[in-house]
């Protein structure tokens, strides 16, 4: 039987984060200035989040002893992204209590089993189908029709294991990009969306069932990861309630005690369509730290944690830019705009296409 918390946590009580990013390092943060302390478990010896707090435990998810010793240390668990294996969720489950559930976990890690959890409650989304073999994909992709989108249903983020599929597209390239050498993987094939923006809605959900969201914002995406978030969102607000609306319905269909992200596309229609779920604090929302009377990590924390949840009223507009791979070398030139708030993960090799920090501008409101 999963434990569970009856009582808010009280100061001074250690939440143990599985996974070590960046949005652990500003939960754990976060985290500290309401009087907790964090304990991250993750199998990188030099995490950004383990920078920032002297209780850590660097061991393999699978590692069963290590994560017996981490339930031990810690009066509450939660996840920092949703690739944590599922594994290490259940084994600690009726160890320690966790917020989200593993359940919440085992939905989101899979677009497969997002968009069947979508369905289920009648939250609309694009057309979608299973695929798991090459000779699958054929028949899917005849199905769905062109064009369309090959996802991998695990671990993908970033754009990573995805390839878009035209008219003239060579499925078995497309397979190849998905699933490298694989003769079988799961994975989903999306129909194509005209979307005229992709927004999202970040919703936190207390123990007792309050629920509190931040304004629709707009994302906009270079090489398929987020380049930058505009606040708010330029967006009908027929559209823009219809989006605050689904985010709430999904929090408490889900169950959720935390924070819950939702990605949208939204049609020259003004309809709304769910594309992904993230159960954690989200890039989108990285802005809140600078512009909101609550960010969206003390949110997170305050949720999980059993307190109140605090404002989401935004004191000003906003523009967050993530820096990417050799952007981040440009700290001394950002800071040189005294607008600029800007936010470094400890990271210390700079790859193509990773997120090395972000930069806030703030905008005054009309």
């Given amino acids: 039987m999963a434990k569970t918390l009856t009582e808010p946590l009280a100061p001074g009580a250690v939440i143990g984060i599985l996974g070590g990013g960046q949005l652990g390092r500003m939960a ?6 309401l009087g907790y302390r964090c304990h991250v478990y993750c199998p990188e010896p030099d995490a950004p989040a383990a920078q ?21 240390a810690v009066d509450l668990v939660t996840f920092e992204f949703e690739n944590i294996p599922l594994g290490a969720a259940t084994f600690l489950a009726p160890r320690v209590a966790q917020r989200p559930g593993p359940e919440v976990l085992r939905i989101c890690q899979n677009r497969l089993r997002e968009k069947d959890f979508c369905q289920s409650v009648k939250v609309p989304t694009t057309r979608y189908a299973e695929v798991n073999t090459p000779d699958g994909l054929a028949r899917v992709v005849n199905d769905i029709g062109r064009p369309c989108v090959l996802k991998t249903a695990e671990l993908g983020y970033d754009g990573k294991g995805q390839a878009s599929i035209g008219p003239e597209t060579d499925l078995d ?6 699933a490298g050498d694989r003769a079988e993987a799961p994975g989903i094939v999306e129909a194509f969306v005209d979307f005229t923006l992709e927004i999202s809605v970040i919703v936190a959900r207390g123990a007792g069932g309050g629920c509190q969201s931040y304004p629709v914002v707009e994302n ?20 823009a309630e219809r989006a605050e609306a689904i985010a709430r319905h999904l929090a408490e269909e889900i169950g959720l005690v935390g924070l819950l992200a939702i990605e949208m596309f939204v049609t020259a229609e003004d309809e709304v369509l769910v594309n992904e779920l993230a159960p954690r ?17 003390e949110q997170f924390v305050r949720a999980i944690a059993g307190l109140p949840l605090g404002s989401t009223e935004r004191h000003c507009d906003a523009v967050m830019k993530n820096l990417l791979g050799e952007d981040a070398g440009r700290w001394h030139e950002i800071l040189s705009d005294p607008a600029a708030k800007l936010h470094l993960y ?18 005054p409101r009309d």
């Fill in 173 to 178: 390239n497309a397979w190849r990009l998905m």
């Fill in 346 to 363: 400890g990271k210390t090799e700079a790859r193509p296409g990773r997120k090395m920090g972000h930069v806030t501008k703030l905008v």
């Fill in 220 to 239: 906009q995406h270079r090489m398929h990861i987020l380049d930058q978030t505009i606040v708010p969102a330029r967006v009908a607000d027929k559209a």
């Fill in 28 to 33: 754990a943060l976060a985290a500290a200035r």
């Fill in 52 to 72: 920032v707090t002297p209780l850590f435990t660097c061991a393999a998810y699978e590692d069963e002893e290590a994560l017996a010793g981490f339930a031990e």
């Fill in 281 to 297: 604090p989200h890039n989108s929302g990285h802005w809140t730290l600078d512009a909101c009377v609550t960010s969206q990590f």
